[in-house]
């Protein structure tokens, strides 16, 4: 099903951990159909901002509305419809690769032969054939990437969250990855993608935020951004550009 | 009550999960408890009845082993249930990351970890059964009475499993668990009339053993083992069932709070 408008509104999203913050009222919304990137370095908050927009963390203040439904409301409904690839591998290592889509497909609800024919439609699609029956403890870290992603396709999801999918990959995986990533805004779905990777964030993304300090400190197109920032006489990158806005000392 | 209203029947598939890896690896799960109340049978039935021939409850003599089986039961209900949910539930919160997966579908936590309860019962449950098969082929249990065994373990089987649920949510390492084994199992191993009758020790410590839940399910199962139902029975099943309700609202409420801040 294809989505018109906004998927996702996030207003004035404050999220409190004791007394330190990790989100300060961050606003951004995301469009039907868009590739959306979120960019900051380690610690800005962009895993927290994940895991409210998924509703796996209560917020603190503001609101997350996903599909038009309240992200605090409705957690069940939203998550029905979203697919979640998170940066930690949380595969089930006591069952192989095809058994971990199945298990998966029961939490969703989705009748058996149905969850059957996804399984092994997405285990041709990511390459994973000859490793179906696999050990999920025995594949390698990009066999394990791919089949985390695959593993977010299962509910057929119309808003599909990637937390670092390429981190760590080779050039082969993450080009795989990239490729998938393309299909999926060509099929419709709305993908929203946190990375490290610059080249990642000007090559996929529509639009996207640079997050710092729970703060959202630029937004745009990648080429807008980069216009705004970049010297006077051309030649800026959007790695240059998220350098100077963010500074060039470590951050954890 | 929001915790209550979060469960629903969503926490099926968790716990086909869990029996679909026990299915995986059945005859390891088997084995303990058959053989487990053999064991006791042949050390304490055989060895200490040899010389303990018979012993009197209730104002009846019994043999030995024929008053000990029925405690094997219970006792083997109580550790297959309070481990599963503690080790069990540990290792796939902490090390297998199985909670932040299933988080990201429609589930909750609290589907989740009621989920969790469920499967540490029917643990308990499917040791009970198994020990009472032993015990039958030893003739050592009564029917149709016996056949009250397999509810009360399962009924048991909730309250132990959410009392490991407890201890998991409690403990920052794993070998924390350590301690709830020795405070709280091995003291109801040897205090709730499973070896021996209450009726010998000083009034202080039957008080004691009267708190202890294993006390209640031993009650239930040596009654119906011996043939001997009685209405005071309903006591225990009532005492069983609300603290089996109370620890798991306890239970899920502080495993949520350790894993969603």
Redesign the interface.
Known sequence: MAEHGRVVEASGVVKR?GAFEAVRGVDFHIEAGECFGLLGPNGAGKTTTVKLL?C???LTAGEIRVFGMSAAEH???V??R???C?Q????????GVR?NLM??S????IPKAEAARRADALIARFRLEDKAGACVDDLSGGLKRRLMVARTLI?DPDLIVLDEPTAGLDPQSKHQIWDEVRALKASGKTVVLTTHNMEEAELLCDRLVIVDLGRIIESGTPAAIVGRHAPADGGGTLEGVFLKLTGRQLRE | MTLLSNISWRLVPVWRRNLDVSLVTWKTNVLPPLLEPLLYIFAFGFGLGAYVERISFEGRTYEYVAFMAPGMVAVGVMFHATFESMYGTFVRMRYQKTFEAILHTPLLMEDILAGEILWGATKGLFAGAIILAVITAFGLAAYPSSLLILPASFLAGVMFSAFGLLFAAVSPYIDNLNLPTFLFITPMFLFSGTFFPLDGMPAWLRAVAACLPLTHLVTVTRAAAFGRLAPGLVADFCYIAAVGALVSYQAIKLMKGRLIK
């Open positions: 951990y998924c796996v963390l209560p957690p069940r409904r998550k029905a979203i697919g979640v998170p930690e591998f949380n595969l089930d290592p006591d069952f058994q298990v998966f029961r939490y969703f609800d509910n």
